[in-house]
């Protein structure tokens, strides 16, 4: 089973920027689908943004235009870069897989914006 950690978060100023990166335990050429995801304070899990082969992104309506996730698969990286955040962006962010029909997940990385 690919083991997945999720790192590069931390307490950022609203308006800034964090770049999150996961790292797959063996090689992530052969995945169709993974995944970035939050979890707020209080709230359920929601997805955030979804790369699947052939290089397509999907992105939930709250963070269109400001994150942006890539996949290398040299180094069996996931990433988000994510600009301009919000307040309402903190949580722990975890990178996640689709394989086989069944979906893993890290461990997470937790992500402030402070106001």
């Known amino acids: 089973q690919v083991q997945l950690v999720e790192s590069g978060g931390g307490v950022v100023q609203a308006g800034g920027s964090l770049r999150l990166s996961c790292a797959a335990s063996e090689s992530i050429f052969r995945i169709n689908t993974m995944y970035w995801s939050r979890q707020a304070p209080g709230k359920q899990r929601e997805l955030v943004a979804t790369?699947?082969?052939?290089?397509?992104?999907n992105y939930a309506d709250s963070v269109k235009g400001r994150f942006t996730i890539s996949r290398d698969i040299a180094n069996n990286a996931l990433h988000l870069q994510m600009n301009s955040l919000k307040a309402g962006d903190t949580g722990v962010y975890y990178c996640g897989i689709l394989v086989g029909g069944r979906a893993s997940w890290g461990q997470g990385t937790e992500v402030t914006v402070s106001s």
């Open positions: 790369f699947t082969s052939g290089g397509n992104t």
